[in-house]
Nanobody
Framework: EVQLQASGGGLAQAGGSLTLSCLTS????????IGWFRQAPGKEREAVSC????????HYRSSAKGRFTISRDKGKVTVYLQMNSLKPEDTAVYYC?????????WGQGTQVTVSS
């Protein structure tokens, strides 16, 4: 069974840090671009960051650059999103996403709440 399991959300103060994890199963890890989207209440879902398939090069939305770091561990078939210098506007449900040969996959959401 192909599955994305997200974890690591929680409550942080502004300026704090959280790390999200996306554990994959049932897919060929290198064949998928894997990353994170988020959706705040009343807003559309937006892309935050991803690693490309193949070389795993990272990509970030502009508001995440310099604060967030995405990485992947092939041995653990997991993608991590280290979020530093968190801001209240980062508050959202974060979703792991994988795009590969002929399919788009979503994990369950994990809530990130940043208090001011």
């Amino acid at each position: 069974e192909v599955q994305l399991q997200a974890s690591g959300g929680g409550l942080a103060q502004a300026g704090g840090s959280l790390t999200l994890s996306c554990l994959t199963s049932g897919l060929t890890f290198d064949e998928y671009a894997i990353g994170w989207f988020r959706q705040a209440p009343g807003k559309e879902r937006e892309a935050v960051s991803c690693v490309s398939s193949g070389d795993g090069s990272p990509h970030y939305r502009s508001s995440a650059k310099g604060r967030f770091t995405i990485s992947r561990d092939k041995g653990k078939v997991t993608v991590y999103l280290q979020m530093n210098s968190l801001k209240p506007e980062d508050t959202a449900v974060y979703y792991c996403n994988a795009v590969g040969p002929g399919r788009v996959l979503w994990g369950q959401g994990t809530q990130v709440t940043v208090s001011s």
